[in-house]
C-alpha cells in the first residue's frame, strides 16, 4: 500500500495519471478533506503529526506509524464505502483512535 494521494484541504493531490478515475482513493482523500474540515484544518494537522510521531515511538516503524494513524484508520475502513461520507457523523474518527 503506497500513498498515492494527498489531502491538503481544499485540494486533493494525486500522484499519478489516472488517478481521478480511482473512485477509492478520491474517496480516501474526501474522507480527510472532511476529517480537516469539522477540526477547522490546522488542528487536524497537528493531531495528525502528533498522532503519527506517539505511534512512531509505539511501532517504531514508519508505516505502521502512519496507517495507525486514527484519520487513516478511518479513511482506509470507509475508503470503499462510496456512501460513507453521506451517512458519517461528526469527528467519526475519534473511534479510531
Ligand atoms: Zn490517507
Not at 25 to 46: A, D, G, S, V
Amino acid at each position: 500500500m503506497h500513498v498515492q494521494g494527498m489531502a491538503i484541504f481544499p485540494f486533493i493531490f494525486v500522484k499519478y495519471r489516472g488517478a481521478k478515475q480511482d473512485v477509492v482513493l478520491i474517496n480516501h482523500e474526501k474522507i480527510h478533506l472532511r476529517q480537516q474540515l469539522e477540526m477547522l484544518i490546522l488542528p487536524f494537522y497537528i493531531c495528525y503529526i502528533g498522532n503519527y510521531l506517539w505511534n512512531l515511538i509505539l511501532y517504531k516503524k514508519h508505516y505502521e506509524a502512519y496507517s495507525n494513524i486514527c484519520f487513516e484508520r478511518e479513511a482506509y475502513e470507509y475508503e470503499r464505502d462510496l456512501d460513507y461520507l453521506k451517512k458519517r457523523k461528526i469527528w467519526a474518527f475519534r473511534h479510531f483512535f
